[in-house]
């Protein structure tokens, strides 16, 4: 009698992709800096964070940020930019309200420009917080400009 090894098929991870780990560690390392940084740490480091980061980004993702960054500090100057899992994001009173998150680094077909839920966007019982970007053109960034504003609000 031969016994025939039979192999089973490898089943896929249920557990984090290496992208969702690496932001993680990521995240892990920010608040390593924002520990040491402590107290005399300053919105400009923040915001020096953030645009270390873009500049290091692709073109196509580049170009979204940069003008993402800009409509956000222009229209809530108030806000606050960090890194949270290594995307540029925006915080009022330490917590992250909105952020963006590139296309490359996920892999994903867009970038994304996210909203948490310290913002005061609430419509009724359904409204989106998250939106998917291509390219903005100067209609679509009043239109983040103005949700921005009331997210803040």
């Given at each position: 009698?031969t016994?025939?090894k039979?192999?089973?098929?490898?089943?896929p991870?249920?557990?984090?992709?290496?992208?969702?780990?690496?932001a993680?560690k990521?995240?892990a390392q920010?608040?390593?800096?924002?520990?040491?940084r402590?107290?005399?740490?300053?919105?400009?480091?923040?915001e020096?964070d953030?645009l270390t980061?873009?500049?290091a980004?692709?073109?196509?993702?580049?170009?979204?940020?940069?003008?993402?960054?800009?409509?956000?500090?222009?229209?809530?100057?108030?806000?606050?930019?960090?890194?949270?899992?290594?995307m540029p994001?925006?915080?009022?009173?330490?917590?992250?309200?909105?952020?963006f998150?590139?296309?490359?680094?996920f892999?994903?077909?867009?970038?994304?420009?996210?909203?948490n839920?310290v913002?005061s966007?609430?419509?009724?019982?359904v409204?989106p917080?998250?939106?998917a970007?291509?390219r903005?053109?100067?209609?679509?960034?009043?239109?983040i400009g103005?949700?921005?504003k009331?997210?803040?609000?």
């Open positions: 009698m016994t025939r039979t192999t089973a098929k490898a089943e991870s249920v557990g984090f992709t290496d992208d969702e780990r690496a993680m990521e995240h920010e608040l390593k800096t924002a520990a040491r402590g107290p005399r740490a300053s919105k400009a480091n923040g020096q953030v980061k873009i500049a980004m692709a073109e196509a993702d580049r170009v979204l940020a940069e003008r993402i960054h800009a409509v956000v500090t222009a229209n809530a100057p108030e806000l606050t930019p960090k890194l949270w899992y290594g994001a925006y915080a009022k009173d330490g917590k992250v309200l909105c952020f998150q590139s296309a490359e680094k892999k994903a077909r867009y970038a994304t420009l996210g909203f839920d913002a966007l609430d419509d009724g019982t409204w917080t998250a939106f970007l291509t903005l053109t100067a209609q679509d960034e009043a239109r103005d949700l921005v009331i997210a803040v609000s």
